[in-house]
């Protein structure tokens, strides 16, 4: 026994032993990749000298005696604290995820492969300005120049993920840079999925798509002619809605998650200090780390601050001296799927307004880990790339015998939207900035700007020009064979909805519909928000002036316009009805509920049970009207509150009513039994979940923020250490918006929110603030991984200041970089 004993101390000995060294060489290896912001670096490919003075945020501050050499080195923080973000955001667009994650990607490589968007971004090089060249030029040595420091000093090969994924770093080109923009453009991108769903509610009949899909009010709305009307061999297709899902790692995504945003201005005559104010906070998913990156350039034009996207040498959101500047998706509908006819004696060739034409194809192979290459066969028509039934549900309208392709703006090859933005970045006033938008093509933005003098605000993109007799007006596929439905071309940038010096002297954008021009100059049918621009519209209206602390204010709000539109609607004859029920029962438990939103006033705060017992109400309600008119598989797209559908129904307009009664049952439901049967079931569920205490149930509990790592992020031990979670308040629908999972066992995390907000003041600039979701280091191990979370969900910020000499007082590193001798 003694023996055994020994013997048994031994072995856990070595294995605590083992194990302590195994944490050690992790830690050290990893710890290798953690930059020293206080070195100096001999590096080709700059002029002159270069200071990076780094904050106690770790916010870089970069002045240098050129332009070149500043972006230079905003390439090579970049890298410092975002390489493996920046190296996977290229292997997305480029379609090359499966060469490190294997299968698991491949029907995203697939879908990037078959748009070719990293093509479309090599061919838009030599459309670039010379000043956009040379920027894009020297961000990319930048970017190269850290590469080459890592592998000439054996700095852990730049960041921890690289030695869990065999994913080797090419050098960084300017087409990369161009591709991540256009990569965006695909995280923003909606029209593919809503013309493919209004055209599945259109070969349903019985006026759903009407209901489901209205038209935000206001005028040039025209007729439609049904789906299957255009095309009569299209037959409603049961599909598995799970089968359609794009893959992991996928730019694209449920219209609700698309790039949405706030972005509001007040002139001089609306600021209480008498200089103008402006606010933007873009909305994208939550990641670990976050997509944005705070920098600060000094450049010949004058200095420059505020977000950055690793892997693009621009400030997309920010400020200098003399203008603001703020980005918001505008949902324009810049994308249309048109159907081809396929010649039935040769299913190669496509059919055209006047003959049969053969597809352009081109063959391409996809490298997939551990596995044979899979050749992929890449075909075009004149209107676009073909895409697979498999993607976007595509699948479920197209006739046999056709194919699907995409039109988009954003697969331009000659796509100049890095150099209109360049010269956005550098305008001294809203004019220039507003002029040098022309020849931004993709991702259509709402700019809205601000000046020492006044406000404005103007869509940017490339809008197709399309026939006043379009078949479809790009709401639905359109046949790609008539004349009717190509593009001719792109409306003259004149009219673009844009706004300067309004006369009430704000402006303001929630991804709202921004004009109500007729078709074809409508810029969209489908807008990314109906409720938000309610209250901000409200906000902005309640002062005559405004201040820093009234836009902050704004930005942090929490209040819901969509709950108390609807709450008096679906609980219109069960607010305050019937005799008081024994404790215990379920009568009880629905009246406790139902005093509790009475007296509440829609603020989705994390610390309170109402808005839990909201959400929860109003998605089974909408759940069981939509589960039985369209079937559990088209039901399922339907993840989230459709407020403008939910008040038509509860309001009968148009007769919308009849979704409350049940189909398949011989009594006729009311929307009042409809809507008690969900509450009661809505509140069994949370008791299960949450307890039997309805006051001790909390929103933050539910609406938990999860900024997910990637590629990690699903691991259960290396998620814990990536994953960054933190209890927050918000909604879909608040300004301070905290767009909710909607799928899951956690249908209430918030998963996509303002990952940059800033706010800038010209009254006094240096008051100016801003701040982003996680940190500025990608690096797990770093202090920077997280620092600044905390502050983004108390809803703090972190100074913006262009004085140099406050950079360096709170410098905590200061990296300095000087030219490579040529003997060294």
């Known amino acids: 026994m003694y023996r055994f004993f020994r013997w048994m101390v031994r072995l856990v000995t070595f294995a605590l032993a083992a194990f302590v060294v195994g944490v050690t060489g992790v830690w050290y290896f990893a710890a290798r990749s953690l930059p020293d912001y206080n070195a100096t670096y001999a590096v080709e490919g700059l002029s002159a000298p270069v200071e990076i003075v780094r904050t106690t945020e770790n916010v870089p501050h970069i002045f240098g005696q050129t332009d070149a050499d500043v972006f230079f080195a905003l390439g090579l923080a970049h890298a410092q604290d975002r390489l493996w973000q920046m190296t996977m955001l290229r292997r997305t667009v480029q379609g090359r995820l499966s060469e490190v994650f294997g299968p698991e990607t491949l029907k995203t490589d697939e879908l990037m492969r078959r748009l070719d968007l990293y093509g479309a971004a090599m061919a838009s090089v030599s459309a670039q300005s010379p000043a956009a060249r040379s920027a894009l030029e020297a961000y990319a040595r930048g970017v190269n120049a850290w590469v080459e420091t890592v592998n000439d000093q054996a700095l852990g090969r730049g960041a921890p993920e690289f030695f869990l994924f065999d994913a080797p770093i090419p050098y960084w080109t300017p087409a990369d840079s161009i591709a991540i923009l256009k990569l965006m453009a695909a995280q923003g991108a909606t029209q593919v999925e809503t013309e493919v769903l209004r055209a599945r509610l259109?070969?349903?009949?019985?006026?759903?798509?009407?209901?489901?899909?209205?038209?935000v009010p206001g005028t040039g709305v025209m007729a439609l002619p049904d789906y299957a009307t255009l095309f009569p061999s299209a037959v409603p297709e049961t599909r598995s809605a799970k089968a359609d899902e794009e893959g992991p790692l996928s730019p694209f995504g449920p219209a609700i998650f698309a790039t949405a945003s706030n972005a509001y201005a007040a002139a001089p005559s609306r600021s209480a200090a008498g200089g103008a104010l402006m606010a933007n906070d873009p909305h994208v998913a939550l990641s670990a780390p976050s997509l944005w990156y705070l920098a600060r350039l000094e450049l010949s034009s004058g200095g420059v601050i505020g977000a950055t996207i690793p892997g693009v040498p621009l400030v997309l959101s920010g400020r200098s001296p003399h203008l603001g500047w703020g980005v918001s998706a505008s949902?324009?509908?810049d994308q249309d799927v048109f159907v081809e006819e396929l010649d039935p004696a040769n299913p190669e060739r496509y059919r055209t307004p006047?003959?049969?034409?053969?597809?352009?194809?081109?063959?391409?192979?996809?490298?997939?880990?551990?596995?044979?290459?899979?050749?992929?066969?890449?075909?075009?028509?004149?209107?676009?790339?073909?895409?697979?039934?498999?993607?976007?549900?595509?699948?479920?309208?197209?006739?046999?015998?056709?194919?699907?392709?995409?039109?988009?703006?954003?697969?331009?090859?000659?796509d100049t939207s890095i150099s209109a933005a360049l010269e956005i970045m550098q305008s001294q006033n809203v004019t220039q900035a507003i002029a040098a938008g022309e020849g931004f093509l993709a991702p259509s933005m709402n700019l809205t700007l601000a000046d020492q003098e006044t406000v404005g605000m103007v869509t940017l993109g490339a809008l197709p020009r399309r026939a006043t007799n379009h078949p479809t007006q790009g709401?639905?596929?359109?046949?790609?064979?008539?004349?009717?439905?190509?593009?001719?071309?792109?409306?003259p940038y004149a009219l673009n909805p844009r706004v300067e010096n309004p006369a009430g002297g704000i402006v303001i954008n929630t991804n709202n519909k921004v004009t109500d021009r007729a078709f074809p100059e409508h810029v969209s049918f489908d807008w990314g928000d109906t409720e938000r621009v309610t209250r901000l519209t409200r906000l902005m209206g309640e002062r005559e002036v405004h201040s820093r602390e009234s836009f902050i204010a704004a930005q942090l709000d929490t209040v819901s316009p969509a709950a108390r539109g609807l709450l008096p609607l679906v609980g219109a004859d069960l607010w305050f009805t019937g005799q008081p029920a024994p404790e215990g029962t379920p009568e009880r438990f629905r009246q406790r509920a139902l005093e509790l939103l009475a007296a509440w006033d829609g603020d989705m705060n994390e610390h309170l049970p109402e808005p839990l017992i909201y959400a929860a109400w109003m998605r089974e309600f909408q759940s069981r009207v939509l589960r039985d008119e369209l079937g559990p598989e088209l039901a399922?797209?339907?993840?989230?509150?459709?407020?403008?559908?939910?008040?038509?129904?509860?309001?009968?307009?148009?007769?919308?009513?009849?979704?409350?009664d049940v189909l398949q049952s011989a009594p006729r439901e009311t929307c009042s039994d409809i809507?008690?049967?969900?509450?009661?079931?809505?509140?069994?569920?949370?008791?299960?979940?949450?307890?039997?205490?309805?006051?001790?149930?909390?929103?933050?509990?539910?609406?938990?923020?999860?900024?997910?790592?990637?590629?990690?992020?699903?691991?259960?031990?290396?998620?814990?250490?990536m994953n960054i979670r933190q209890s927050t308040s918000g909604g879909d629908f608040t300004l301070n918006r905290g767009v909710t999972r909607g799928t899951g066992?956690?249908?209430?995390a918030n998963v996509h929110g303002a990952g940059y907000r800033g706010v800038y003041d010209f009254a006094d600039p240096d008051s100016s603030v801003f701040v982003i979701s996680t940190g500025q280091s990608g690096h797990p191990l770093s202090s920077h991984y997280d620092d600044l979370a905390d502050r983004w969900r108390r809803g703090e910020y972190v100074p913006m200041s262009l004085d140099p000499e406050l950079a360096r007082a709170a410098a905590s590193g200061i990296t300095r970089l000087e030219p490579k001798a040529e003997n060294d």
């Not at 259109?202 to 489901?212: F, I």
């Not at 809507?675 to 069994?684: E, K, M, P, Q």
């Not at 066992?745 to 209430?748: E, M, S, V």
């Open 202 to 215: 259109s070969l349903l009949g019985q006026g759903w798509a009407e209901d489901l899909m209205p038209d």
């Open 331 to 333: 949902y324009a509908d």
């Open 354 to 414: 006047s003959s049969w034409a053969e597809f352009r194809t081109r063959k391409v192979i996809v490298e997939v880990k551990d596995q044979t290459p899979i050749t992929l066969t890449l075909r075009w028509s004149e209107n676009g790339p073909v895409l697979p039934a498999g993607h976007f549900d595509l699948g479920t309208v197209t006739p046999p015998g056709h194919v699907m392709s995409l039109g988009w703006s954003a697969l331009s090859p000659a």
């Open 475 to 491: 709401r639905m596929p359109t046949p790609g064979w008539l004349a009717a439905s190509r593009w001719q071309g792109r409306l």
């Open 636 to 660: 399922a797209k339907y993840t989230h509150l459709q407020p403008l559908f939910l008040e038509r129904v509860l309001r009968n307009t148009d007769g919308a009513a009849r979704w409350c």
């Open 675 to 721: 809507a008690r049967i969900s509450l009661d079931a809505a509140l069994l569920g949370l008791s299960e979940k949450y307890g039997p205490q309805i006051e001790s149930w909390r929103w933050g509990d539910a609406h938990e923020a999860v900024h997910k790592h990637a590629a990690l992020g699903n691991s259960t031990l290396l998620g814990w250490i």
């Open 745 to 748: 066992p956690d249908l209430y």
